[in-house]
């Protein structure tokens, strides 16, 4: 069975930079996805950033050139580094995990529906 716990959510003025952390445990196969998406109050879930365990990634457009998805596979750990936060980047944040795929280059993340393995998140506030 899978975990995923997330990490390094809180309050942040725009402007500022927040780290994200992703400590996974449980996963055995070599071939996967993992992604970080996140959910507004009142709004839907959408993809914010992907990475497979060839170090591929893709971004949502309204990160690119502001977050950057990396993980560490000596600690089992995903990352999201987040700068030039702005208030519209208010949400919770989820780290997911896909077994068995492939991430689109030249993609976008999606909602997350094909992801099997979901931590419980992390809030992050941006003031304005």
């Known amino acids: 069975q899978v975990q995923l716990m997330e990490s390094g959510g809180g309050s942040v003025q725009a402007g500022g930079s927040l780290r994200l952390s992703c400590a996974a445990s449980?996963?055995?196969?070599?071939?996967?996805?993992m992604g970080w998406f996140r959910q507004a109050p009142g709004k839907g879930r959408e993809g914010v950033a992907q990475?497979?365990?060839?170090?591929?990634?893709n971004y949502a457009d309204s990160v690119k050139g502001r977050f950057t998805i990396s993980q560490d596979n000596a600690k089992n750990t995903l990352y999201l580094q987040m700068n030039s936060l702005k208030p519209e980047d208010t949400a919770m944040y989820f780290c997911?995990?896909?077994?068995?795929?492939?991430?689109?280059?030249?993609?976008?993340?999606?909602?997350?529906?094909?992801?099997?393995?979901w931590g419980q998140g992390t809030q992050v506030i941006v003031s304005s």
């Open positions: 997911a995990n896909r077994p068995n795929c492939e991430v689109a280059v030249s993609g976008r993340p999606g909602s997350g529906n094909t992801y099997r393995y």
């Open positions: 449980g996963y055995t196969g070599n071939s996967y996805c």
């Open positions: 990475i497979d365990s060839d170090g591929r990634t």
